[in-house]
């Protein structure tokens, strides 16, 4: 700071001083952009091979042969958000109609389609016994359901928290206890399922929160979320505070997810391109994208080891590529207009899909 005081000393009388200062805020400035320019030359300096030139070494991944096995259909607009229950036979799906539907995905049967009071649900979840649904959207809320066979869903239903805009993505982290939810107001939230209280509230991106997942447990109490400022950030649920950021996308982060070791995590973005950073080296270390791939990345998923990675796009298609090789292994047709949302089932068996054609469709 001494540059600051000196600057205004140098003009002689305090009215010349405040004349100063703009020119030593330039400074400032410049400073900061020289020490910007050194911190990446040594985080360059750091990174000694590409991600690709290790993985050339490795064997290629064996012909895949996922296909299309079941289509859930009954929602009457389109699909926005799923997800597994543990028991890896059920799930969630919720749509722009206002209706969650649980369905079991070996038999195609609905068993529970509840209607919400408002359209748009862009966010559901299901808790990690499989005992209760979540979701949200438009409403600004975070709805609970406890599932019972023997009473109506609806009349147990409780709201836990509120956001100052939209909720466009929730998710039980390990218990369920508590809900942590992304808002279009920018801010996430950990609230405490039983009294609906905020436990902790995470201010830092610039724009509409799209994403967010949490770390695989033994990792501890981080998520990772991701938004329109076309950021995305870690944070540690205890404190509130976002422990790492990472930026490269150039257009808005859609889905973001941890790698099951929990040491890098994926992006899909509006600018047709995945990305994989890893949070010990804190920087970039994966693209996925071809020149041929123009379409936006909706929703990202890796496969139970890591080596694949799922991603849902624009065009109608999911694409799977090579974590490591970075190279696209093949494309699944079948949906009729855009895949909005994907999550690979807990035991790794089956992928599913929903899209804005009015379905889902699972894959394995």
Known sequence: MGDVTGGAGRGGGGCVGVVGKPETIEQLTKEVKLL???????????NDVPLTNVAARLEAVATLAIKQRRALKGHQGKVLCTAWCN???????????????????????????ITMATTWVMACAYAPSGNMVACGGLDNKVTVYPLSMDEDVTAKKRAVGTHTSYMSCCTFPYSDQQILTGSGDSTCALWDVESG????????????????????????????????????????????????????????INSVKFYP??????????????????????????????????????AVDFSVSGRLLFAGYNDYTVNVWDTLKCQRL?????????????????????????????TLRIWA
């Open 36 to 46: 910007k320019v050194k911190l990446e030359d040594e985080r360059q300096k750091l």
């Open 87 to 113: 028991d890896k036979r059920h799930l969630v799906s919720s749509s722009q109609d206002g209706k969650i539907i649980i369905w079991d995905a070996f038999s195609t049967r609905k068993e529970y389609a």
């Open 197 to 252: 209280q905020m436990l902790q509230s995470f201010h830092g991106h610039q724009g509409d929160v799209m994403a967010l997942d949490h770390a695989p447990s033994e990792t501890g109490n981080t998520f990772v979320s991701g938004g329109c400022d076309k950021m995305a950030m870690v944070w540690d649920m205890r404190t509130g505070r976002c422990v790492q950021s990472f930026e490269g996308h150039e257009s808005d």
């Open 261 to 298: 070791s929990g040491d890098a995590v994926a992006t899909g973005s509006d600018d047709a391109t995945c990305r994989l950073y890893d949070l010990r080296a804190d920087r970039e270390v994966a693209q996925y994208s071809k020149e041929s791939i123009i379409f936006g990345v909706n």
């Open 330 to 358: 093949t494309t699944l047709y079948g949906h009729e207009n855009r895949v909005s949302c994907l999550k690979m089932s807990p035991d790794g068996t089956a992928i599913s899909t929903g899209s804005w054609d009015f």
